[in-house]
Each structure stands twice: as C-alpha cells, then as structure tokens.
C-alpha cells in the first residue's frame, strides 16, 4: 500500500524522479486514503518533513555537482582553445627567460672549466663551469627497496658536471636489506666520483617534510634543490631542462614537471589511476600555469629556488599537513613567488598497483588539502594577492575542487541516487545522467581511446574510491586521529620487471584483505538494484545499479590486485615469468 506501480502513476515523477507519490511505505496510511488517528497523522506530517529535507538535500548535492562539473569543463574548454592558439613562441612557459645549457659530457669543456664528467647525451657546445650552478638533489625514501638502486643510477648520470652536482638520499628506511642496497649503491657511485650522500635519521618525525627540511639543513652552498620521489625516472637533461628557469628569472621560485606513468595498462586499477591523474597534471596544472593562477608542486620532479624555500615570508618545510608539497608551494605562492610547469618535460614514475597502497595514498592526498584549507584560510585572505585571487584559491581550488568533488560522488551518486529508488525524492534528470557523462568525457579525454575505452571502468572505480577520499577528507577537516597518518605508498618497480608481490596462490584467492565499508556499501546497492527489479520494474536503472554494487564488492573483496582474481592474468604471468631474470640481474649490478 502507498506505492503506485514504480514511480508510473499517481502524479509521481518518472526516473529518476522518485518511485511513487509522496509516502512512506508501511509508515503512513493516511497518505493511501487520509485515515488515522492523530498518532497515524503525526507520522504522516513527520515522515513529509523528512521527505521535504531530503529533497533539499538532493537539490543542494545536485548544485554542488553543478559547481564540480564548471570547474572540470572550464578546465577542459580552456585548455583546448589555449592550446590552440599559445602554441611554439606562445607557449606560456615562453613568458619567462629560458638560456639552454649545454650537456657538459658531450661538449668540451674551456681551459677554465672543470672536468665536466657528467652522464652520456648528445652533443653541445663549449661550457665553462661558471655556467652551472650548485645543484643538489635529494632522494626521500622509506623501505623502497625495489626501486632504491634504479633512482640513485639516474640521479647520478643526470647531466650536470659532477663537481656541481651534490645527491642526498635521505633514507628513513628501517628495512635492513633496503638500507644495504641504498649503502652500495651510493658508494659505487661515490668511487665514480659523483658526490654522494645518505642522511639518516634516528626518528621519522615530520615525516617526507622532516626529511627534506633536515637535508636541507645539511646541505653546503647550493641554489637549486631538485626533489626526486625513489620510482620516479628522470631523462638524463632533466636538470638542463628545469634549472635554467630558475637561473634566469629570480621571482621564480619553483619548476614542475609532467608526470607520466610506468605501468597504466596493469591492471583495471592502475588504468583508472592514469586516466584521474592524466587530467590533472596535463589539463589541471597546465592550465592554472598558463591563467597565472596557483598550481601546486606535485612533491617531486620539481626543482625548487633554496632562497625561496628559506625565504622568512615561506617558513621552509611543514609537516603540519600530509600535503607537504602543496603547503610549501601555497605558502610561496601567497609570498609572491612565482612557479613554471613545464609539459614538454615529463618525468615517468609508477602507479601503485595495490588497492591497499592506493587507499593509503588517496587518504593522504585527500586528507592533506583539508587540513591546509583550515590551517592557510586566513592566511589567503591576509595575503597580498589579488582579491580575485584570493577568492579563487578558497572557494575554487579548495572548497570545490578538493572538498565537493570527493562529497558529491559519495553523498550523490553513492548514496541518493541508490536511495532513491526506496523514497519518493525527485532526482534531476541532468544531474543523474548529463553532467557526470560531460564530466567524464572531458576527463577522460586526457588519456587519448584508451581513456574513451575504459571510461565506464573509470567512473565505476573513481565511486568506489569516494568512500575512502570523502572519510579522508572529513578527517582532515575535523582532524580526526588519522589525519597524520602517512603511510609510503608502496611500489614494487617497473611493471615488466615486477619482484613477486605475492605467492602465486593469491592470483587464485579474492584477496589477502577485507574491507568491510565497501562491502556494506555493495549490499547497499545490490538490495537498490534488486528492489528495482522485482517491485518497480526498474530495468533499466537496476543495470547500473549491479554494476556498482559489483564494483564495490570486488573492491570489497580486494580483487582488484594485480595478483588478485581481476588482476590482468596477462600481467602476471609476465613478471612471474621474468622474476628469475630480474634476480639475475640485481645479482650481477656492480652496486
């Protein structure tokens, strides 16, 4: 009684509009026929003003989508009409001075140069060492014993003459086999003559931010300071392309690079990692880069100004938040310093193909910018940049972009539109269907026909996520206990040369762990589905409603692994087969 055939009849809006006329199943029979008494009439005027709230709610959730998919949109327009007409001379990095240096192995150096040993490149001209500046590099790394030895090789074959080149690996490791390969590995190239050095702590306070600031401090006369997370892969000119942004133009105070991904075509997870992180660090940045508002340093593949980074307006490094990169370059934005993103130099690094890993990591990168909103508010608004700016950083950049994006895609689409199919709320057609298919689209756009190609993959994935991204970011709102917690994302080396993340029972098993928020969630969304096929023949909705709750319980069930069931079988057969090849090869390094 009270239902008029899934939302049909009875003046009830058609979907995604409700399932029927304003009433409660089994709570309010005077909406069947006005009979009760006055404790059926309390429920009646009850259960309607819970009605009425909730659809304020959907109302207030659809605005806010509203507001995420302006943000994406612009973005997206923006950069292709830019693209198109700042290009060669154009270009928005061409706004700042740009003198090339040339590669010290290749050309010869003058009588009064140096050496100049440096990593193999093409050639170049003759350079003295008055040409290049000190530049250190600092390596921050905990237990990255896959990847250690690989990141200390490429840091110590960039080109840069090598009496100007200073590397810090600032190793907080407590594994001793990692800390036995970075040791080798550093003296190997310390008999090379690069100059090499690994700076340990007794504690990890402060975290990557204590580590770098302590470095720092250790540091000799250096004017550039480039950072380099251990799975990132820098090319050879990675300095020569970076640093003569900062040589040339003293108002900048750092350069960020573009990252690109290792392993995307891993797994289904990692895939849907590059399509997310592809829109942001080839539209995002770029496009806050070329308007000339704020866009963070991503923590790595950068090079930073060390005036800059002491400047007393500044502060140096914090680990008041997980976002130490973001708050470090907030704070030089608000000083007035500027910044260079570069989108012609990438710099390749690994996606984490663990679920549990990227739960950590996604936890970190939520939780992190909520905690800054809150701590650099009035900061922003005491600072002396534009007003417009000022307004854009608090309700764009951080009230939109990394507060509402998160809330909508839990609140919304993971929790009213599966509701709805219980309640008689009114649920925008728009909303519901229009603007998270033009969010998409412009999303994955960023990732070429791969992206187009697992577009539904994409957004299922990035729902499932939102559980843990909107916990994270409430946690950092109301800095909750976990809201310093920082885990080291773990990452197992290139994707073709994988050590074994696992015995090879566990391609057979669901998954080493479960996690129950997901699994509830799923049941959620199952029961919706199933409800809207056997009460309200609601095929059609029912369809994405499965799949949903399917992708939540595979997350659930931590299938989603690379050596778990939805693993790509095809992955794992490959680096299990080259495993003994990859061992054979760490055996014979010289380091």
């Known amino acids: 009684p009270g239902r008029a055939g899934g939302g049909r009849g009875g003046g009830a809006p058609p979907f995604p509009g409700g399932v029927g006329p304003v009433c409660v199943r089994g709570r309010v029979p ?56 700042k290009r060669g001379p154009r270009a928005p990095e061409k706004r700042f001075q740009f003198t090339p240096l040339p590669d010290p192995a290749a050309a010869v150096a003058s009588p009064k140069g140096a050496e100049g040993e440096a990593g193999a490149g093409a050639g170049g001209a003759d350079w003295e060492e008055g040409q290049f500046p000190a530049v250190a590099v600092q390596l921050p790394m905990f237990n990255e014993r896959a990847v250690c030895r690989e990141i200390i090789r490429r840091t110590c074959e960039l080109q840069w003459p090598r009496k100007k080149l200073f590397v810090q690996v600032l190793d907080d490791s407590t594994d001793p086999e990692t800390r036995d390969a970075v040791d080798g590995a550093a003296l190997f190239f310390r008999n090379q003559g690069v100059q090499i050095t690994v700076l340990r702590r007794e504690n990890r306070q402060g975290y990557k931010a204590g580590a ?32 003569p942004y900062l040589i040339d133009n003293a108002d900048v105070g750092y350069v960020q690079t ?114 800054l909103w809150v701590r650099s508010g009035l900061s922003i608004f005491r600072s002396q940049i534009g007003v417009l700016e000022k307004l854009y950083l608090f309700f764009v950049y951080f009230a939109v972009r990394k507060f509402a994006t998160h809330c909508v895609t839990l609140l919304f689409f993971c929790f009213v539109v599966p509701m709805s199919m219980f309640l008689p709320v009114h649920v925008p057609f728009w909303a519901l ?18 992206g187009f190609f697992h577009c539904v993959t994409y957004v299922l994935f990035e729902n499932c996520m ?54 509830v969630v799923a049941a959620f969304f199952i029961a919706a589905a199933l409800f809207g096929v056997t009460a309200i023949n609601r095929w059609d909705f029912s369809i994405f409603l499965f799949l949903q709750g399917g992708c939540f319980l595979a997350f659930g069930l931590n299938m989603v692994d690379a050596d778990a069931v939805l693993g790509r079988a095809d992955s794992f057969k490959a680096f299990a087969s080259k495993k003994a090849g990859k061992l054979r090869r760490q055996v014979s390094a010289p380091y």
């Open 30 to 85: 005077a909406c069947a026929g006005g009979m009760g008494g006055g404790g059926q009439d309390g429920w009646a005027v009850a259960a309607d003003i819970a009605l009425q709230g909730a659809q304020v709610v959907v109302y207030v959730l659809s605005g806010l989508s509203v507001a995420v998919a302006g943000d994406r949109l612009y973005h997206a327009a923006r950069y292709g009409g830019a693209k198109l007409i």
């Open 212 to 243: 770098l600031k302590e470095g720092l401090e250790a540091l000799g006369h250096c004017d550039f300071v480039a950072i380099l997370d251990a799975d990132f892969k820098p090319d050879r000119s990675f300095l020569r392309d970076t640093v």
């Open 258 to 371: 573009r990252w690109t991904f290792a392993n995307p075509n891993e797994t289904l997870l990692t895939k849907a990692q590059q399509i997310s992180l592809n829109f942001h660090v080839k539209c995002e940045q770029w496009v806050e880069f070329e308007s000339g508002h704020f866009f963070n340093f991503n923590g790595t593949a950068g090079v930073w100004r060390r005036s800059c980074i002491k400047d007393p307006k500044v502060g140096g490094w914090e680990a008041r938040t997980t976002v130490e990169d973001m708050d470090l370059s907030l704070r030089a934005h608000l000083a007035g310093w500027k910044a260079v993103f570069l989108d012609g130099v990438t710099c390749e690094n690994e996606l984490p193909s663990s679920y549990f890993a990227y739960r950590k990591q996604q936890h970190r990168w939520c939780c992190g910018p909520m905690q």
């Open 433 to 450: 269907v229009y603007v998270p298919i033009a969010v998409s689209l412009s999303t994955v756009a960023f990732t070429g026909v791969g």
């Open 466 to 519: 939102s559980l843990v991204r909107s916990w994270a970011v409430i946690t950092g709102l109301l800095n909750l206990p976990r809201a310093n917690e920082w885990v080291v994302t773990t990452k197992t080396g290139s994707s073709d040369q994988k050590p074994m993340t696992g015995a090879l029972l566990a391609f057979s098993k669901i998954g080493n762990r479960i996690y129950i928020g997901e699994l």
